[in-house]
């Protein structure tokens, strides 16, 4: 069976934190294998969203984009591991 990391990360003030999110994704970018971004647009594009991130290669890059998203104020970071 596969295993598939899958990161959730709930952006609470998108227009202002995209930047410091962005280039975090960026410096990680080889670790993402599938990106998905989720936000509201009925009547307004809102403020909040949600990215699903699925995430491949070492540990250790993927606990570092873990904790540098979770240190961007506004950021809620949730990591799911399925599989062995």
Known sequence: MS???IMTVLINHRKSEATQVQHLLTK???N????LGL???TNVC???GLLI???DGAQSDIEALEKGLGEVPGVEVKRITIGS
């Open 3 to 5: 295993k598939y990391d």
């Open 39 to 41: 936000h509201e647009t």
């Open 32 to 35: 993402i294998k599938m990106r």
């Open 28 to 30: 990680y970018g080889c």
């Open 53 to 55: 991130l699925q995430l």
């Open 46 to 48: 809102a403020d909040d």
